[in-house]
């Protein structure tokens, strides 16, 4: 089994769960073509991560909507997968895969995520799931969640327990002294949403 993997959008989040995936789905040998364009997806190396059942393939970010609905398109029209997982935007991030995904023959898996309501009612997203064989929804809640085909899943990290360092050595790789306490906050959006934040 083929699968390809479509985590297009900007940032960190679709790259991780993509790599997550990918990950999962290689250790069960499975072979993965994951498809992002992402920036930060030069700072990965796919191989590793993949290793040689998987393929990183990135679509430069600074590409137009059309050059990047294209480059998808191109990656559809391949014969070499068995099966399309797309994340988070089952019609594409921007609409290029409304008109090819009720007509792929292959099986097809939306990673549905806590979309905003007023974007699942716009774009018929409802009506649209039914494209899909599966709904995986990885560790939060989301509109379609109690949808005959939606199978929820624990919270996807790219890294598995026992590959996390040694606390030791995690501190030292990060600079901190061993007694100074390290707190880490994270978070994902747009700089318009950290801007609205209460102070």
């Known amino acids: 089994m083929r ?3 479509y985590a297009l959008g900007g940032g960190w989040g679709h790259l991780v769960r993509g790599l ?12 993965v073509r994951l498809l992002v364009n992402s920036p930060f997806a030069e700072r990965v190396d ?5 290793g040689p059942l998987g393929e990183l393939r990135t679509i430069p970010a600074r590409l137009s909507r059309e050059a ?20 988070s935007f089952p019609r594409g991030l921007g609409g290029e895969l409304a008109a090819r995904i009720p007509l792929l023959e292959r099986p097809r898996v939306w990673v549905h995520r806590d979309l905003n309501p007023d974007y699942v009612a716009r774009y018929g997203l409802r009506d649209f799931a039914e494209h899909f064989e599966l709904l995986l929804i990885p560790g939060e809640d989301a ?5 005959p085909r939606a199978l929820r899943t624990a919270p996807w990290l790219v890294r598995d ?11 030292r790789a990060l600079g901190v002294e061993d007694a100074r306490p390290l707190l880490l906050v994270s978070g994902a959006g747009v700089a318009s949403e950290g801007a609205a934040a209460p102070e």
């Open 3 to 5: 699968l390809l993997i």
């Open 20 to 31: 997550a995936l990918g990950r999962a789905a290689v250790r069960r040998g499975l072979r």
């Open 46 to 50: 796919g191989l590793r991560e993949l």
């Open 68 to 87: 990047q609905a294209r480059a998808v398109w191109r990656a559809l029209d391949e014969p070499d997968w068995d099966a399309l997982v797309v994340d």
């Open 143 to 147: 509109p379609l969640a109690e949808h």
């Open 161 to 171: 327990p026992h590959e996390r360092l040694p606390r030791a050595e995690a501190r």
